[in-house]
């Protein structure tokens, strides 16, 4: 059922109705509320962290100025907000093994 390479919102809904019971408007509800709630809480500004799985962080990046590589030209970058993920131990030891 998966895509390969890629773990969709439909298959996290369909494990959770396979592994809980649940059905499967109810499981893709579940998935669905809580993709809300961590993308509301990284809106406010809040940093989002999955015990055992990882970090999602936001950074503040101030302006600077950047160059276009190709025409070495010198432009102002605006100041923005970043995401990014640091995965846990745990998760990283999981994607070593393989």
Avoid: W, Y
């Avoid at 494990?15 to 998935?31: D, H, P, Q």
Wanted: charged fraction near 30%.
């Amino acid at each position: 059922m998966r895509s390969v390479g890629t773990l969709t919102r439909a298959d996290l809904a369909e494990t959770i109705n396979r592994k809980m019971g649940f059905s499967r408007a109810e499981s893709l509800g579940m998935v669905e509320s809580i993709l809300d709630h961590m993308s509301e809480a990284l809106a406010k500004g809040e940093n989002v962290k999955i015990s055992g799985f990882g970090t999602f962080v936001l950074r503040d990046k101030s302006e600077r100025i950047g160059r276009n590589p190709k025409t070495g030209v010198e432009v102002p970058i605006t100041p923005r907000r970043v995401m990014t993920f640091r995965a846990s131990q745990i998760l990283k030891e999981r994607i070593q093994k393989g």
